[in-house]
């Protein structure tokens, strides 16, 4: 799609019926509880006192959807990065859109998981 074509549904007026989100995913997040509490600054020059011990609990993935009209981020962290978490982030955005918004456009790159073959079939393609 042209670039002029993505940066219409970024500056045209919508209407009341249309929303636009902007989705990506961010992967390998990697969460590190540490093994004792961060102790807040004291008063004077005692700074933030942060564990350097943490444990490794794996990586996850946040798929996430912007919405351009409101600013509101709605988003779903998997272990995987596949269309059938990809599908998860559809199916939450579909669940929170108002049954008065009929015409959902979503904008995203062209990584496999947002064109594959479960992708097309749950959007009825």
Not at 73 to 99: A, M, N, S, W, Y
Not at 112 to 124: D, T
Request: aromatic fraction near 8%; hydrophobic fraction near 35%.
């Amino acid at each position: 799609m042209p670039v002029n074509d993505i940066c219409h549904w970024y500056t045209a007026p919508l209407q009341p019926h249309e929303v636009v989100f902007c989705l990506d995913e961010k992967t390998s997040l990697q969460p590190r509880p540490r093994s004792n509490a961060t102790r807040p600054a004291q008063q004077g020059l005692v700074p933030v006192r942060l564990e350097h011990e943490y444990k490794r609990k794996g990586a996850l993935n946040l798929f996430a959807a912007f919405n351009i009209n409101t600013g509101r981020l709605t988003g779903v962290c998997r272990p995987r990065k596949r269309q059938k978490e990809f599908i998860d982030l559809l199916k939450t955005i579909d669940g929170e859109t108002p049954p008065t918004i009929t015409d959902i456009h979503i904008i995203c790159d062209n990584v496999s998981v947002h064109h594959g073959k479960e992708v097309r079939k749950w959007f009825g393609c």
